[in-house]
């Protein structure tokens, strides 16, 4: 089996916080995970030391390896993992067109320039993914006029468009509707059905896949459980990890909360 993450002892720091201290995780190719956790628990960070935004501290012992490769040239790297933020959902310019959108993803770009230029394949694996996310009629639409479940769906088109490995999705339902939400889950189930390794980042619960096989739970930048799903998510592990009492309900592989 082929790795896809390899942590050891790694410390990293925002700023002047320690986000974490020797953290050791490794996520093997075709294990879709979800790490789990409260707000500043560290769950972005551990993404943008994925997309090597952030580095851990050098150190005798710390390794970071992704896809079994210390070094990366960081294109090389993101034509080889998607990623769909927050960040990135917010800092994309309002005028480009979703066309345009998905586009961009071959130069990890958040604008089309003039001085791109796209080739005939490019233009057609566009085209392909949009119509496979069923989003061919908001092609010439502005980013900024489109709901907030329309742009994530054109985010992650744009994530697709070399065909990556893995996808890594920060709380990827976040700021959707009933339907948008249901709407986006049924595009990452059918996304995982395929040869690609998810790794979902979230504090809720409901967006966490049935598919998913791997459960992390991270609490002020430590793993506290990892396992199966059916092993780590027990109303007692989860409550300490937000600290507060609560119930989870199961039903299709879906899980709630309610309070305990
Ligand atoms: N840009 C930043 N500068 C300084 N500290 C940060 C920055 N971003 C996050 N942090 C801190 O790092 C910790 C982890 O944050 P983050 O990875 O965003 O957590 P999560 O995504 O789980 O909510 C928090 O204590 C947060 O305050
Ligand atoms: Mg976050």
Not at 6 to 35: P, S, W
Not at 96 to 105: A, N, P
Not at 240 to 246: G, I, M, N, R, T
């Amino acid at each position: 089996m082929t790795n896809i993450l390899h942590i050891q002892n790694a410390t990293v720091y925002r700023e002047r916080t320690m986000v974490f201290k020797e953290l050791c995780l490794d996520i093997d190719h075709g294990q879709h995970t979800a790490i789990l956790g409260p707000n500043g628990a560290g769950k972005t960070t551990l993404l943008k030391l994925l997309s090597r935004e952030i580095y851990p501290m050098p150190g005798q012992n710390a390794v970071l390896r992704i896809f079994g490769q210390e070094h990366w040239n960081v294109w090389e790297l993101r034509s080889r993992l998607g990623m769909v933020s927050q960040d990135l959902q917010q800092s994309y310019l309002d005028n480009v067109v979703g066309r345009d959108v998905v586009l961009t993803g071959f130069r990890s770009s958040i604008g089309r320039y003039a001085h791109q230029h796209f080739s005939m394949e490019e233009f057609q694996r566009a085209d392909q993914i949009i119509m496979d996310m069923n989003c061919t009629d908001l092609a010439r639409k502005p980013f900024g006029t489109m709901s907030t479940g329309q742009q994530r769906r054109f985010l992650l088109a744009r994530a697709l468009v070399h065909d990556p490995q893995a996808l890594l999705l920060d709380e990827p339902t976040a700021g959707l509707d009933i339907q948008a939400c249901f709407q986006y889950l049924e595009i990452i189930r059918a996304l995982m059905r395929q040869d690609r390794t998810m790794i979902l980042v979230t504090h809720h619960i409901h967006e966490i896949p049935p598919e998913m096989d791997r459960v992390i739970l991270l609490k002020n930048g430590r793993i506290v459980a990892d396992g199966t799903k059916k092993a780590v998510m027990t109303d007692e592990a989860v409550s300490d990890l937000f600290d507060v009492p609560v119930r989870l309900l199961e039903t299709g592989g879906f899980y709630q909360v309610v309070p305990g």
